[in-house]
């Protein structure tokens, strides 16, 4: 049998709860699909999934990744509590990125 070894991560207890229902799903345990990860993190020789800055924006619409400026993002993100005039800006600024 390969050797073996053992390592510890700290996370939010929240977050270990809600990985352990999804994965227990998907009939896996945690030390599974960390195993998962791993594995495919040597296969793809970096991380196995895409990964996003802050700052960027995905129009799921048409697929495309619409690149904001931090001062943008911030004004974007500042009136999502005001859900009319949030669906305005957004709507400005795809607009304004597809043209």
């Given at each position: 049998m390969a050797q073996t070894s053992v390592i510890q991560v700290r996370v939010d207890t929240a977050l270990k709860k809600e990985a352990e229902n999804l994965f227990n799903e998907m009939?896996?345990?945690i030390s599974s699909a960390m195993r998962l990860?791993?594995?495919q993190a040597v296969v793809h020789n970096g991380i196995p999934f895409a990964m996003k800055r802050p700052g960027t924006f995905f129009d799921n619409?048409?697929?495309e990744t619409i690149g904001l400026t931090d001062a943008e993002w911030e004004r974007?993100?500042?009136t999502l509590e005001n859900p009319p005039k949030a669906n305005?800006?957004?709507k400005g600024l795809i607009r304004k990125?597809?043209?």
């Amino acid at each position: 049998m390969a050797q073996t070894s053992v390592i510890q991560v700290r996370v939010d207890t929240a977050l270990k709860k809600e990985a352990e229902n999804l994965f227990n799903e998907m009939g896996l345990d945690i030390s599974s699909a960390m195993r998962l990860f791993l594995k495919q993190a040597v296969v793809h020789n970096g991380i196995p999934f895409a990964m996003k800055r802050p700052g960027t924006f995905f129009d799921n619409m048409k697929g495309e990744t619409i690149g904001l400026t931090d001062a943008e993002w911030e004004r974007l993100t500042a009136t999502l509590e005001n859900p009319p005039k949030a669906n305005k800006k957004l709507k400005g600024l795809i607009r304004k990125y597809r043209a």
